[in-house]
């Protein structure tokens, strides 16, 4: 049976803002099994990097459990969160921003092994860090050069290879292709790929473009400012997505044929502050199908098929 690496329940984070408190993370439950991608979808602003860091507790949630291997690592003191760190990694969507420009590829792999104290000395560094390199595929002759010298996709690995540097058991992903043009994208999901299952790694893959997901991941997330609505195997939410809002999400993905050539859902109505909101469904102003009913209090997920997840009250009405 599948090992879960990490589970969430009823996760919230709020920020203070001048006019009260923005909902960005407001009760989600996910889990993700070793060695498995969730990938986390749904439009800019809906929480999906607030909910990785949340995770990775760079940011403090409000309420809710983060359970890592089991353990409720919101619990942890200082002592335990530096262990945890090794355990725990994230790869950014600009590798530009979160590269020191004054440090070389090797001395920016080199850090995070100096920081853990993970080599002896300078012999076992350069080892490490060399090897490092050919891992995620950048030349030898690129050890001295400066991130500026290099290409996005160059610096996407460099990147990943300060993540992996630790030996990390789970990588929050955030938007790590977004920023690469379209062949290059699939030169680094590859690259992922490959280390994912060399090393065992579990992901957690944020982006806002479900394309990239859909053969990556084992199961997706769709959020809906602040709140989970569709949790599903890969291929199940494409064969068969159930919420009002999954399926105006992939009826805006183009297709290449013309025979298969789908209605696109275009969205109206007001979308919902996630300042103080108001109980009920954050989708209902905008869903087609939405009824009284909808606006009265929060629809929580329930299990529609086996592992299918769905978060809408009028659902069998609108089937
Ligand atoms: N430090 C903060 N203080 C106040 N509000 C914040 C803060 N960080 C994020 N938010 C708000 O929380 C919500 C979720 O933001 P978040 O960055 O998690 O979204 P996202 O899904 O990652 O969006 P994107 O696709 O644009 O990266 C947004 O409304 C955002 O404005
Ligand atoms: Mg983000």
């Known amino acids: 049976m599948a090992e879960k690496l990490l589970e969430v329940r009823n996760l919230k984070k709020y920020f203070k803002v001048k006019n009260g ?17 969730l990938g986390v979808v749904g439009e800019s602003g809906c929480g999906k990097s607030t909910t990785g860091r ?5 940011l403090e949630a409000t309420d809710g459990e983060i359970l890592f291997e089991g353990k409720n690592i919101r619990t942890f003191n200082k002592s335990q969160l530096r262990d945890l ?41 350069d080892k490490k860090v060399a090897s490092l390199m050919s891992t995620v595929g950048l030349a ?14 160059r610096r996407q690995r460099i990147g990943i290879a300060r993540a992996l540097a630790v030996n990390p058991k789970f990588i929050v992903c955030d938007e790590p292709v977004s920023a690469l043009d379209v062949s290059i994208q699939a030169q680094i999901l ?9 090393f065992g790694l579990t992901y957690m893959f944020i982006t806002h473009d479900l394309s990239v997901v859909k053969h990556i991941s084992d199961n997706i997330a ?13 291929k199940e939410l494409f064969k068969n997505p159930l919420h009002p809002y999954t399926k105006a999400l992939l009826s805006a993905i183009p297709v290449p044929s013309i025979k298969h050539k789908k209605e696109r859902i275009l969205l109206k109505g007001e979308i919902t502050s996630p300042i103080n909101p108001q109980p009920g469904c954050r ?13 009265k209090q929060d629809s929580t997920l329930r299990e529609i098929s086996p592992g299918h997840f769905v978060a809408c009250d009028c659902l069998e009405v609108i089937k």
């Open 140 to 153: 030898e002759r690129l050890y001295n050069a400066y991130p500026h010298e290099l290409d996005g996709g």
């Open 283 to 295: 989708f209902a102003k905008r869903c087609p199908h939405a009824t009284d009913a909808c606006t």
């Open 21 to 37: 408190y923005l909902h960005a993370v407001d009760n989600v439950n996910f889990f993700i099994n070793k060695g498995e991608t």
């Open 85 to 125: 760190r090794k355990e725990m990694q994230i790869v950014f969507q600009d590798p530009y921003a979160s590269l020191n420009p004054r440090m070389t590829v090797s001395e920016i792999i080199a850090e995070p092994l100096l920081i853990h104290k993970l080599v002896k000395n300078k012999q076992e560094l």
């Open 190 to 198: 590859n690259l992922m790929q490959d280390l994912q299952e060399e």
């Open 222 to 234: 769709v959020m809906y400012l602040g709140q989970l609505v569709e949790l599903a195997p890969a």
């Open 54 to 58: 949340v995770v990775l507790r760079l």
